[in-house]
């Protein structure tokens, strides 16, 4: 995997910042000036790419002194890594040991990127400027406390990173995307699965032994390869009675978790129930991308779709967002409409929209229609950013309560105007004092 190397004085914010940002899962080393730490290591997945972040560990004066401290914290740092991550706290600016540790990093050539942590307020964006100064490239404005800046922060790391080498099957470093087939029972899961499948399962099996756990299936679609996660239950019809809708929703709860969009399959030929609907809202609150197929299109006469779909609308209303496909896994009736779909919910789930763009946005929407006026006071909305991907998280800094209402009008707003098709939206609100 391609190495990212963390390097920065004691409390600028390293830990914080990796938690935030990198998904760090094991406990945090505090930074406590004096205590030599162990390099730490763990992987980090983000946009589909997989890199290790190593915490080169103490840089504190030795008894050599500050500077060959820092040199030779850089020089581990560049011999270890694919790309430096020079952390800086932005409310204290460039010391002495940063110009040290900048001037051997100008030698080298290691990508470097150049955070300005701690920028929690607009106000401390001219200090993260300055920054400039040390040569080491466009310092990125950054506040983990807040999670401002995330988006900007991750896409130049992996712009740093080399990417990670295919594997003999030519997927993407990543791999293949990860789809949750799930609906109630009956409802044509399986059959769509083997349809699906078709001829390529032979291969499939040869690919299961090797690179993919055996519970998932390799199928290929639209010329991609994709992998539908925990179909061991799938690959055979089961009679599932009523009795098996408890380990049904484990069964839908397993597969939202490993997977990034999932492919809900309602029966059209009845009404929408009690079940469908607790799937629905499992999916809408595991935060992943969605596509809803229409299954058994070949059973509905036409001259009741319209009727039905009607309904339908009505029961989805939890996610209007969701592109819904009418399908028989029975004759393959639209079937091939279901890979361009996932591709969108998963462009959708991955986008992110720069600060500057999305604020400018921002400042047009909220000048036509201004947040109402609570408690006599009109909160005002400062800036946004969007603090995560997958799903599409939304921060809106504000200097009081914003209605619910008005929250859902910016988070369709946002829907609509950036097309996040497939896609949840999350906006959450800070407020100022
Ligand atoms: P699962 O429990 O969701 O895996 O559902 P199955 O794939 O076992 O399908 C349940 C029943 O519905 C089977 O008898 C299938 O033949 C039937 N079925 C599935 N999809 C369709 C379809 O598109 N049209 C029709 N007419 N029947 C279907």
Redesign the pocket.
């Known amino acids: 995997l391609p190495v990212l190397a963390v390097v920065g004085r004691p409390n600028v914010g390293k830990s914080s910042l990796v938690n935030r940002f990198l998904g760090r899962r094991e406990a945090v080393v505090q930074d406590i000036p004096g205590v030599t730490r162990d390099r730490v290591s763990y992987d980090a997945l983000w946009n589909g790419r997989k890199f290790s972040v190593v915490d080169t560990g103490g840089w504190e004066p030795d008894a050599a002194g500050l500077q060959q401290s820092v040199a030779a914290q850089a020089e581990r740092a560049m011999k270890s890594a694919d790309a430096v991550l020079v952390v800086i706290d932005t409310t204290v600016g460039a010391t002495a040991a940063e110009e040290a540790l900048a001037r051997v990093l100008r030698r080298s050539k290691v990508p470097v990127i150049l955070v300005a942590n701690k920028v929690d307020d607009e106000r401390l964006m001219a200090d993260a400027a300055a920054l400039w100064s040390l040569g080491l490239g466009e310092p990125i404005p950054v506040s983990a406390l807040h999670g401002r800046g995330s988006g900007d922060l991750l896409d130049a790391v992996l712009a740093a990173l080399p990417e990670a080498p295919m594997d003999k099957f030519g997927f993407g470093g990543g791999g293949p995307r990860r789809v949750a087939l799930v609906?109630k029972?009956?409802?044509?899961?399986?059959?769509?699965l083997n349809k699906l499948t078709g001829e390529w399962r032979s291969v499939v099996h040869d690919v299961a032994g090797t690179t993919v756990d055996p519970v998932d299936s390799l199928v290929e679609l639209d010329g991609e390869v994709w992998r539908f996660v925990d179909t061991a239950g799938?690959r055979r019809?089961v009679n599932?009675a009523s009795g098996m809708e408890y380990y049904a929703s484990l069964r839908t709860q397993s597969a939202l978790e490993a997977a990034e969009v999932a492919i809900v399959?309602i029966d059209s030929s009845e009404p929408l129930s009690e079940q469908d609907q607790r799937v629905i809202s499992m999916v809408a609150d595991s935060g992943r991308a969605l596509v809803l197929a229409l299954?058994?299109?070949?059973?509905v006469d036409a001259d009741r779709r319209e009727e039905i779909t009607r309904e339908l609308e009505r029961g989805l209303n939890r996610v209007p967002w969701a592109q819904q496909l009418n399908?028989?896994?029975?004759?393959g009736r639209g079937v091939h409409r279901i890979a361009p779909a996932l591709r969108t919910a998963l462009e959708s789930w991955d986008r992110r929209v720069p600060t500057g763009r999305l604020n400018s946005w921002l400042g047009e929407l909220i000048a036509a229609t201004p947040p109402p006026v609570r408690g006599g006071r009109q909160p005002r909305v400062l800036f946004a950013t969007q603090a995560a991907n997958r799903p599409p998280t939304f921060v809106l800094f504000t200097t009081g309560f914003l209605e619910a209402g008005y929250r859902r009008f910016i988070e369709r707003r946002l829907r609509e105007d950036f097309s996040f098709t497939g896609s949840p939206v999350r906006v959450n609100v800070r407020v100022r004092e």
Not at 185 to 192: E, I, Q, R
Not at 295 to 299: I, P, V
Not at 327 to 331: N, P, Q
Request: a positive charge; proline letters at 4%.
């Open positions: 609906g029972p009956n409802v044509g899961k399986s059959s769509l799938l019809r599932q399959l299954n058994k299109a070949d059973l399908i028989s896994a029975e004759t």
